[in-house]
């Protein structure tokens, strides 16, 4: 094998199946020996722990205004900030207090991940991916996908010069075929559905052993980049957590990492180790992990998508049953709404605080009324949701039932006679 066990990947140790607990060495590698079970990085970072510099408030606000700050908490080189890449991460944190008062609330912020270089938070996960990618030997940089992590991957690659290939299901918006097409590389649509595109990509990384498909055979790396978006909204609080976070759910890691994030925090003291509930957001037509958490059940049972929310449609989801632990562990919920809701919770979003999100964000904005209606999200409590992509990527969803208010000739008197005024 041409790929090299990683000598500089940071404060990373090993890797360790999050089934069974057996340790693996830390290299291009996403499968536990024993069980199959997915593997997940190991870190040495705490002072007890020794070995890597100590990460304090002071070193992080002391980094780069992107996702590096956090490079000590990353499987990634120590001059990462130093090779090209997309330097995601940073967006902004906005109080949302006329978006609060519709729906009743008292303090309520969105984290909007529009804000990245791809415009979504995708832009996160590959960065941290195409720098264990290299240091690992990889040439390629690869996935299969269900729109935003082909924007990103592209990009990335390009921003890198390297070579990417990249696999969407042939229904995408067209919006994120072009914006994916525009980087150049390898671009390939395939008649079938995520979970169909999902399992070629395992195909082909089984025969191109220098190909790294960043959210299959180096998922455990990619999962990481995620941890970002929960520093950061501790950070930007003032280094403290929110009461309450909804978050939407695809495979369910962009979750689970916040989790990780918010106790990685508690763990190296950077903030208080207080109580904090984790919601997550479906939508109806792919909601398989909400589906089994109302039901009880440990195991997500699969589904075929059917849904406006074509980024979050994952119906067999990788991390379903590691969100099921977080939220049952937090007291939190998993909430779907139907695509008539998503519609409208980017109208709400849109016009109480100009901020114009993709589908998954109007899964988020949609789930949290539910949950606040439904007396699941405690309305008095500090909440933070996530905007985790960007309106024009999925402008068909909105373009049926928004347009102006008026179309009149270019006279004063055809002005007054619409009653504008
Ligand atoms: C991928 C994606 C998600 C969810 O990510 P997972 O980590 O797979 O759950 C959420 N929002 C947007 C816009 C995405 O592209
Ligand atoms: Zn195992």
Not at 225 to 254: C, F, H, M, N
Not at 255 to 274: C, H, M, N, P, S
């Amino acid at each position: 094998m041409a790929l090299s066990p990683a000598s500089n990947l940071g404060p990373a140790v090993g890797l360790i199946c999050r089934e069974c607990g057996t340790a693996a060495e830390l290299g291009p590698r996403y499968a536990c020996d024993q069980c199959f079970g997915p593997l997940e990085i190991e870190y040495r970072f705490t002072r007890t722990e020794g070995a890597h510099p100590e990460i304090t408030r002071a070193s992080i606000e002391a980094g780069p205004r992107n996702i590096w700050r956090y490079r000590g908490l990353l499987p990634v080189p120590d001059q990462v900030a130093e090779t090209p890449n997309t330097e995601p991460g940073f967006t902004r944190l906005v109080r949302a207090d006329q978006l609060a008062e519709s729906l009743g609330m008292s303090r309520l912020w969105v984290k909007d991940d529009s804000g990245n270089p791809t415009h979504s938070f995708k832009d996160r996960v590959v960065a941290v991916a195409l720098a264990a990618a290299r240091e690992l030997g990889f040439k390629v940089l690869a996935c299969p996908s269900t729109g935003n992590l082909a924007n990103a991957v592209a990009a990335a690659a390009a921003r890198a010069g390297i070579r990417s290939a990249v696999f969407v299901p042939s229904n995408l918006e067209s919006q994120k075929i072009i914006t994916t097409a525009v980087y150049g590389g390898t671009f390939v649509t395939v008649d079938g559905n995520y979970d169909d595109v999902n399992r070629l990509a395992s195909e082909i990384a089984g025969e191109q052993e220098d190909w790294a498909f960043v959210n299959v055979n180096v998922r455990p790396y990619y999962a990481e980049g995620s941890k970002t978006l929960g520093y950061e909204i501790a950070e930007q609080l003032g280094w403290r957590l929110p009461d309450q976070i909804v978050v939407p759910v695809a495979s369910g890691s962009q979750l689970t990492k916040i989790d990780k994030a918010f106790q990685e925090f508690i763990k190296l003291g950077l903030v208080e180790d207080r109580p904090y509930k984790v919601f997550g957001a479906q939508a109806t037509g792919c909601s398989p992990v909400a589906a089994a958490f109302k039901g009880g059940h440990d195991v997500v049972r699969p589904v075929k998508p059917d849904t406006l929310a074509k980024s979050l449609a994952i119906g067999n989801p990788a991390d379903g049953p590691y969100v099921l632990d977080v939220v049952r562990r937090t007291g939190g919920a998993v909430e779907d709404i139907d695509d008539a809701e998503v519609v409208e919770g980017i109208r709400l979003l849109a016009r109480t605080e100009g901020i114009f999100g993709e589908t998954a964000g109007g899964v988020t904005v949609g789930c949290l009324s539910k949950l606040v209606r439904t007396g699941q999200l405690d309305p008095e409590a500090e909440t933070v949701i996530i905007n985790s992509g960007d309106g024009l990527k999925t402008l068909d969803a909105v373009a049926p039932v928004v347009g102006p208010s008026a179309n009149i000739a270019p006279s004063l008197e055809a002005f007054r006679a619409a009653g504008l005024a």
